[in-house]
């Protein structure tokens, strides 16, 4: 399995601090995914990378940024916590070459309060 | 209008028996792969089989196969010989490799949420 952790696994913050989620692997792949889940709507890419300093956004991007400085952390900021935030996230990565299967780590549940 | 339709929010089956998890999709690349991954209700996301849509056969992979319908964009689930460990959110995704810059992004479905009773 590829090495992915997330942390904090839990955290509850009140509305309009910054927080920071982080996303390390251990494997030295290029691509690296955050999405958010939530109940109805499965689970919506926010922000994507696919090399070191190179990002894009997703399909829920606003009030979220990213940063990746080196090939294994890929960091989620919330500038400024809104309750609509709320919600578990997950980090993914793609496989390399001959392996199908994304692997994510174990999540991040985020409350805003 | 969305990529990936799961028409189930939520399935009941006997153990033992089969099921299937439906999955639409809709993209107008003609190369593209499709996941189905299982959510137990401790949260992680676990990759069960991937379908590319090259592939002359569905994928199969122990007791899941990808019953996988080209012409009519479908890309169903099955689970043979339900057990009660299969209880769980399924969700189905799409990647899309030739749309520009796709970067290998998966969509997801909204999920189906199968109970397995005894």
């Known amino acids: 399995d590829a090495g992915i952790t997330q942390s904090p696994r839990h955290k509850v913050t009140e509305t309009g601090t910054p927080v920071t989620l982080r996303c390390h692997q251990t494997e030295n792949h290029r691509y690296m995914y955050w999405y958010r889940q939530d109940p109805g709507h499965g689970l919506r890419l926010i922000h994507y990378?696919?090399?070191?300093?190179?990002?894009d956004k997703g399909e829920v991007s606003d009030g979220y940024s990213v940063s990746r400085s080196k090939t294994e952390d890929f960091l989620l900021t919330l500038e400024s916590a809104t309750s609509s935030q709320t919600s578990v996230y997950f980090c993914?990565?793609?496989?390399?070459?001959?392996?199908?299967?994304?692997?994510f780590g174990s999540g991040t549940r985020l409350t805003v309060v | 209008a969305q990529k990936i339709t799961q028409t189930q929010p939520g399935m009941f089956v006997q153990e033992k028996e089969a099921v299937t998890l439906d999955c639409t999709y809709d993209t107008s690349d003609p190369s593209y792969g499709l996941f189905w991954y299982k959510q137990p209700s401790s949260g992680e996301m676990i990759f069960l089989i991937y379908q590319g849509s090259y592939d002359q056969q569905n994928a199969t992979e122990g007791r899941y196969s990808l019953n996988f319908q080209k012409a009519r964009k479908s890309a169903n689930l099955v689970i043979s010989a339900s057990q009660l460990g299969d209880s769980a959110m399924y969700f189905c995704a799409m990647r899309e490799e030739n749309s520009g810059g796709s970067n290998y992004k998966l969509t997801f479905g909204k999920g189906t949420l199968l109970t397995v009773n005894p």
């Open positions: 990378s696919y090399g070191v300093k190179d990002t």
């Open positions: 993914a990565i793609r496989p390399g070459t001959g392996n199908y299967g994304y692997t």
